[in-house]
């Protein structure tokens, strides 16, 4: 876990240390813990679909559903 400031916000860097599956458990845990609303986690991950040094952005819904 880091903590830093980007434009003067707090945020924390969290890699999980779980298998990809069960990660989203811990990410639950750790925005339960410090009382993080959901509109402000963002969840990156890499995605065989996606070309390289391409990027998706979407706010919901499946990684399948474009």
Known sequence: MEYGTIEDKKVILLK??????????????????YKIPEENIIVI???????PGNIRIKRNGSPRNT
Request: aromatic share 16%; charged share 30%; glycine share 4%.
């Open 45 to 51: 991950f890499d995605d065989i679909d996606i070309e």
């Open 16 to 33: 999980p240390q779980t298998y990809m599956n069960s990660s989203g458990e811990s990410v639950v845990e750790f925005k339960n813990f």
